[in-house]
């Protein structure tokens, strides 16, 4: 039921920068805690990021902190992944998931988006 979309993947130079948005659809949006994923081919999901409900507070995986960002917009329903500094290895398929739990397991989010392609390359 509960609908999420990711838009915002692309192409871009190492050292480059994209920003990622995940839409929900539900009016519920500020109830949950938000997270972002990302697989690369053959590889099961790697969790990058947690953000919990206000949007007051997030965490990070070791390999994208300082680089990245999350935050969220409750009014828009958007949940917003800023990538600074791009690397050859976050090129992935990013997903954003919904949970009831600030957390990064990945059995305890819900619902997932379909994910957007990030590729970072020469």
């Known amino acids: 039921q509960v609908q999420l979309v990711e838009s915002g993947g692309g192409l871009v130079q190492p050292g480059g920068s994209l920003r990622l948005s995940c839409v929900d659809s539900?009016?519920?949006?500020?109830?949950?805690?938000m997270g972002w994923y990302r697989q690369a081919p053959g590889k099961g999901p790697e969790w990058v990021s947690t953000?919990?409900?206000?949007?007051?507070?997030?965490r990070y995986s070791d390999s994208v902190k300082d680089r990245f960002t999350s935050s969220r917009d409750n009014a828009k329903g958007t949940l917003y992944l800023q990538m600074n500094n791009l690397k050859p290895e976050d090129t992935a398929v990013y997903f954003c998931?919904?949970?009831?739990?600030?957390?990064?397991?990945?059995?305890?989010?819900?619902?997932w988006g379909q994910g957007t392609q990030v590729t970072v390359s020469s």
């Open positions: 953000t919990n409900a206000s949007g007051g507070r997030s």
């Open positions: 998931a919904s949970s009831y739990y600030y957390t990064d397991r990945s059995y305890e989010y819900d619902y």
């Open positions: 539900e009016s519920i949006f500020s109830f949950y805690e």
